[in-house]
């Protein structure tokens, strides 16, 4: 929850600074990105100290730093957690969207083929989706103007996930008619309820490094 309200904050000081060209919530958004990759790299010295790096550099070598940072962030976080869900289909792991429908049809002691395969699937589009959604912010900050970069970036670009997700249950409706939910707003209200514990164990996941075996077989 104080992720998600750091982001909405992030977003509005990011839309406020392009709009009006105030300086405070220029300063405030960058000083907000910086400590949000910081808290979000936790433990990840190594990237931390890139992070702390690449700012410096940016820095030393271009005239308006704080506004590539802000240029970079929606096209660097789409592909952050492209990179993340698409760790998870390396062989001996377990897909983010095969785990997150093992949750949603009630922790089975394993999924059939057909999800599993559909799973692994929905994985890589969701992989496309946002690597997409990065080229076209990247695309935008090289040509656009400020402002309309920022509408599109900040603003009208978090349609696409939404989209995506709409387009991918009908289909899923289709290849996966017989689901343990009732329609798509109970599907979604499952998915909130897993959120804290899909979020511990793709973290612990991610920081451990350990074979992606079914959670079910985990202590």
């Known amino acids: 929850m104080i992720a998600l309200v750091a982001a909405v904050v992030y977003l509005v000081l990011v839309h406020g ?3 009006t060209g105030s300086q405070g919530l220029h300063l405030a958004a960058v000083a907000l990105l ?3 990759l910081l808290v979000m790299l936790h433990g990840q010295r190594i990237l931390q100290l890139l992070l702390i790096l690449a700012v410096a550099g940016l820095i030393g070598f271009t005239d308006d730093p704080g506004q590539w940072l802000l240029y970079a962030a929606p096209v660097l976080f789409p592909l952050m957690i492209a990179a993340g869900i698409g760790r998870s289909l390396l062989p001996g792991r377990m897909p983010v969207i ?6 949603v049809n009630g922790c089975p002691e394993e999924l059939d083929r057909q999800h599993r395969r ?9 992989c496309l989706v946002l690597v ?3 080229l076209m ?3 935008l900050a090289i040509y656009a103007d ?50 804290p514990t899909l979020a511990r164990e793709l973290a612990a996941d991610w920081r451990d490094d350990r074979s992606d075996a079914s959670p079910a077989t985990r202590s």
């Not at 996930?161 to 329609?183: G, K, T």
């Open 17 to 19: 600074a392009t709009l």
């Open 146 to 195: 400020p402002v309309t970069w920022s509408w599109i970036s900040n603003i009208a670009s978090y349609a696409v996930p939404v989209l995506a997700m709409l387009a991918e249950y009908a289909v899923r409706s289709l290849c996966l008619p017989r689901q343990a939910y009732r329609n798509f707003f109970d599907f979604m209200i499952r998915l909130i309820r897993l959120g």
């Open 34 to 36: 910086v400590v949000g």
């Open 118 to 126: 559909y799973a692994r699937g929905v994985t890589l589009y969701w």
């Open 137 to 139: 912010n990247g695309l």
């Open 132 to 134: 997409a959604m990065a």
């Open 98 to 103: 095969e785990r997150m429908m093992w949750h």
